[in-house]
């Protein structure tokens, strides 16, 4: 467990996540005097509420640009986080960004469906690209989104902000380090009541899917790393929907379960019309828990030995940073687009198999 | 939520689950004066270490009589609880506690095969009987039982403890009453680690089955009383054999969906090989659950509100007085026949949809 800020730091150190969001005294690392630009792509509720204040503590890394397709956005970000003109750009002129020096990094927050083409398009205007999750809507595109940033050159990470997320990395450690044996079962189940209909992630043609694409993917992660290992088989089941009007195009609710090669399972649920949110691992000789486990905050650790106690940090801030020095150091960030295509091959199969009444499927 | 006795005891007259482990002073229930008198049939560690010891804390029911086909046990018991030579049987002269008047009530704690013979047989003897749960190995079987005891006029009550117990009574309050709203998924499990290969719960032709009749029946009985309705659809799915050796002959680990006729839904998981024990509730506004849920003690629950503030009964005495109490009032017990053939419908439903690849079966 982690106990104070010495174990954070080891438990950092080791998990190769060097985030911190605060200096350390009497320590400089490689780098440090230059911070890195990133822009924002897409300026919804993501972007405005959780991205640009996180970028007001990051140390690696800060705002200087933006782009959006609505100008009536603009004044407020300008006014709020100094963005200078140059540094403002719409979806159609957003390949120029290739000539200014401000930006290193792209950050893009757009619909679903929007990932892949940015990406590329970042990446050949010479950008760095961290692009949220999904990272796309299918696995051609992930593969192509990755081919275009190693062609350039540039890193691709996705927003996975968990792997940088104490909580996260204690429940990784307790798996890794078998503190209560193999893990044997996940159960993860990640859901919310979507409210608006109108929101983009209730159209697939927006969204490539449902709550599986949106958070269950959260769970999917979740069961990966506390197991460790790659799951290669898949079963699913969609459940009934009850407003097939609001998610006609969607799925409203799902059950999968993971078949990993070790004989480890995962049962995980999603669903757009209830609050569920867990993670949860049996282990041969104990348990330990994050419920609540993917929120921005709020989290709850609990083992069978007792709580958790873990401070929390700013999730993106940690996220962002992390990105950044990996960049910085020329060396691989911890959530590269590699991460990202597990999870869009996992989603693959598990559509494949809800379409196939439940067969099993291998993955991949 | 339930926050001191008086409390308690309003919700035990609202779930009609008036049983109480000490008497209320200046008050008397209807035939308190007479004490029914039950006899254990199979001295296994449920009946040594739950029942018997139970049974000193009951109100309206007293051990009399044991049935055993192990003679050395006899000694400790008869020295322990006071047994009469009279009052004991074995597996061959049981029916001849036809003519015992000490004796009201048999509890068949035997191995799940064996549990419909000595129900129908003590029915025959014209006792009231209670069942261990499952209640059989099959619907068909059930069917018999719960005949058998009609013809007798007797009554039928399976062991269902949780129905007595006030963090489940909790759990069906919140959800009858729709604290949070109407409940709309339920996750369920129940699981532990199975030791010794040689217990009887491993094979077969002694269980029935293997982890999903054991305890998945807690998960089975969570989801339909937090849900409040009867399931009409199942899916499941059977994991690969970590142990094929151990578990040749019954299923290691499985994962199941109910769908109910409002669009609820829960999904569950059993297992011989690890520790997983949680009925989680998501509501319309919030949620509740129990983790640890289906233990003899331990028990904790919470909800989004905050911790329960319940105190802890002995559940075996709790289930035993209601049942008395019940048959002493000539009135039907909480946990009939009935109520274990519903489990036993939904049990082969699961069966069937893991042996056909997981398709979706109706139940019954």
């Given at each position: 467990m982690i106990h104070n800020r010495r174990d954070f730091l080891q438990l950092s150190a080791l998990a190769g996540?060097?985030?911190?969001t605060t200096p350390l005294a009497g320590f400089a690392w490689p780098g440090q005097q230059k911070k890195l630009g990133i822009a924002l792509i897409g300026l919804g509720g993501y972007a405005t509420n959780q991205l640009a204040p996180a970028l007001l503590q990051t140390q690696h890394i800060e705002l200087r640009g933006i782009v959006t397709g609505?100008?009536?956005?603009i004044p407020v970000w300008v006014e709020k986080y100094?963005?200078?003109?140059?540094?403002i750009y719409n979806y159609d002129n957003f390949?120029?960004?290739?000539?200014?020096?401000?930006?290193d990094v792209v950050y893009v927050v757009l619909p679903n469906s929007m990932h892949a083409e940015f990406t590329i398009r970042a990446a050949k205007a010479g950008k760095h690209v961290i692009c949220e999750k999904?990272?796309?809507?299918?696995v051609k595109e992930g593969e192509a989104m990755i081919a275009a940033c190693k062609k350039a050159g540039r890193q691709l990470a996705i927003g996975y902000r968990l792997h940088y997320d104490p909580f996260h990395l204690e429940m990784m450690r307790l798996s890794r380090e078998k503190?209560?044996?193999?893990?044997k079962l996940v159960e993860a189940s990640d859901g919310f009541r979507a409210?608006?209909?109108?929101?983009?992630?209730?159209?697939h043609a927006l969204s490539g899917g449902g709550p599986l694409m949106d958070v269950g993917i959260y769970a999917i992660q979740g069961a990966r790393y506390t197991i460790g290992l790659e799951p290669t088989y898949v079963t699913a089941q969609a459940f009934p929907k009850t407003d097939p009007q609001k998610f006609k195009d969607i799925e409203e609710s799902l059950a999968w379960q993971l078949y990993f090669p070790n004989g480890a399972i995962a049962n995980s649920f999603s669903t757009y019309i209830t609050n569920v949110n867990r993670l949860y691992a049996a282990a041969e000789k104990g348990w330990f828990e994050l419920n609540?486990?993917?929120?921005?905050k709020g989290q709850e650790g609990r083992t069978s030995q007792g709580p958790m106690q873990i401070t929390p940090i700013n999730q993106q801030a940690a996220h962002m940073d992390g990105v950044a020095k990996a960049i910085l150091e020329n060396r691989p960030n911890n959530v590269p687009g590699e991460e990202g295509l597990r999870d869009m091959k996992i989603i693959e199969a598990i559509y494949a198999s809800m379409a196939a009444a439940g067969k099993k499927l291998k993955i991949g």
């Open positions: 996540a060097a985030a911190l609505t100008p009536s956005k100094k963005i200078p003109e140059k540094n390949d120029k960004i290739a000539d200014n020096k401000d930006i999904p990272m796309s809507v299918s503190v209560f044996g193999e893990v409210g608006d209909p109108a929101q983009w992630r209730l159209h609540r486990a993917y929120g921005y």
